[in-house]
Nanobody
Framework: QVQLVESGGGLVQAGGSLRLSCVAS?????MGWFRQAPGKQRELVAV???????NYADSVKGRFTISRDNAKNTVYLQMDSLTPEDTAVYYC?????????WGQGTQVTVSS
């Protein structure tokens, strides 16, 4: 069973920055971040392959940057120019072989 441990959430003012980290207990082909705001469905934020190919949601392009350290099985999400619309629980995601794994979630709250 693969475990994902997230860190880095918190409260920040609009225009501020946060960096999320997620460590996986296994070597994942794809790692990334999804988020779920109250009353909304979980949505993709950004994902990145082991080779470094990244894909972003349109709503975060130019503001968020995903990266990973394969040696540490860790994925990062640098979030800049945050807005209240970015407030959500952020979930780390990993695809290993044919299975999908999720972290426990970390709250990101952006105040106006």
């Amino acid at each position: 069973q693969v475990q994902l441990v997230e860190s880095g959430g918190g409260l920040v003012q609009a225009g501020g920055s946060l960096r999320l980290s997620c460590v996986a207990s296994g070597n994942a082909f794809i790692m990334g971040w999804f988020r779920q705001a109250p009353g909304k469905q979980r949505e993709l934020v950004a994902v990145i392959t082991r080779g470094g190919v990244a894909n972003y949601a349109d709503s975060v392009k130019g503001r968020f940057t995903i990266s990973r350290d394969n040696a540490k099985n860790t994925v990062y999400l640098q979030m800049d120019s945050l807005t209240p619309e970015d407030t959500a629980v952020y979930y780390c995601h990993a695809s290993i072989m044919s299975s999908t794994y999720w972290g426990q979630g970390t709250q990101v709250t952006v105040s106006s």
